[in-house]
């Protein structure tokens, strides 16, 4: 019980926002009809980040965006893979538990998108 005690106070004492925000998104972004699709955070303008709302929602670091409060899952489409192939968290949300936990533990795309669906809130 001492020990639990101990991990909950040590949770308390780490930086709120460490729970909640997001880092950006380190592969492609894809979609949007602003310009977003096939770009990289890295290296985005501030006048890139204010006309893109893809951007905004991939690269919140980048774009200087506060942090999400809650854990939901993208609507957007996102790569996968090199060959531009596309995820989509309606796609996991409808597998099985034990499908989602494989997914998301081999696709890191599919764990930074569909934080819901792979069951880390």
Sequence with gaps: QNYQIHQFRAYLKRNPSDRFCKKDFEGKVHGGKDGASGRKCSGLTSKACKLSYSLRNFCP?????????????????????????????????????????????????????????CGLC
Excluded: W
């Design 61 to 117: 670091v980048t774009c200087d965006m506060p942090c999400q409060t809650s854990c939901v899952d993208s609507y957007f489409g996102f790569y996968i893979n090199k060959n531009n192939d596309q995820g989509y968290c309606n796609f996991l949300a409808s597998r099985s538990k034990k499908q989602r936990e494989k997914i998301c533990k081999e696709k890191e795309e599919f764990a930074y998108m569909c934080p819901e669906s």
